[in-house]
T-cell receptor
């Protein structure tokens, strides 16, 4: 049983496209995190949400607490956005999704 | 401001040995969490330390342990290493809890022969 489910698992987009990655969770949470991992392992925290919506540059994250669902949107995608995006939730523990591998083609 | 520093970056051990990994958090951060990442299981939470006390623990056997020092630096120990312990071990720090933005180190890649 996976406490956090992400979709899609893999995503290929053309440069400039609008991208959406979805995350659903089944546990009670205090916060939801979106993480970015580039090849080589380094992880960067993009957003931490407990309600509503946050925007940073071309990235937007939303969360619907009632539906236990979050989305990460990338507007005007660029090849440098190519990475694995991981959704994680903090409740009693820290639960992670399996990640969405994004490739943006020039 | 220096980021989260993990040492060593790479480590090769044999089955049955033990290993200690180190994590220095960002200055002022008091919460340190440890994670294991493998191709098969993805990222999994090991434990979180705050003010030298383990605050939360994931579902790992007792061979995995940790501690935190008064300067917030943390160490993780794995005893009686098994082949399945081969993984990237990541540490992350935050000001006070997992419910705050996490700052990750580059990880220690542990290979068990």
């Amino acid at each position: 049983k996976n406490e956090v489910e992400q979709s899609p698992q893999n995503l290929t987009a053309q440069e400039g496209e609008f991208i959406t990655i979805n995350c659903s969770y089944s546990v009670g949470i205090s916060a939801l995190h979106w993480l970015q991992q580039h090849p080589g392992g380094g992880i960067v925290s993009l957003f931490m949400l407990s309600s509503g919506k946050k925007k940073h540059g071309r990235l937007i994250a939303t969360i619907n607490i009632q539906e236990k669902h979050s989305s990460l949107h990338i507007t005007a995608s660029h090849p440098r956005d190519s990475a694995v995006y991981i959704c994680a939730v903090t409740g009693n523990q820290f639960y992670f999704g399996t990640g969405t591998s994004l490739t943006v083609i020039p | 401001k220096a980021g989260v520093t993990q040492t060593p970056r790479y480590l090769i051990k044999t089955r049955g040995q033990q290993v200690t990994l180190s994590c220095s958090p960002i200055s002022g951060h008091r919460s340190v969490s440890w994670y294991q990442q493998t191709p098969g299981q993805g990222l999994q939470f090991l434990f979180e330390y705050f003010s030298e006390t383990q605050r939360n623990k994931g579902n790992f056997p007792g061979r995995f342990s940790g501690r935190q020092f008064s300067n917030s630096r943390s160490e993780m120990n794995v005893s009686t290493l098994e082949l399945g312990d081969s993984a990237l071990y990541l540490c992350a720090s935050s000001l006070e809890s997992r419910n705050q933005p996490q700052h990750f180190g580059d990880g220690t890649r542990l290979s068990i022969l």
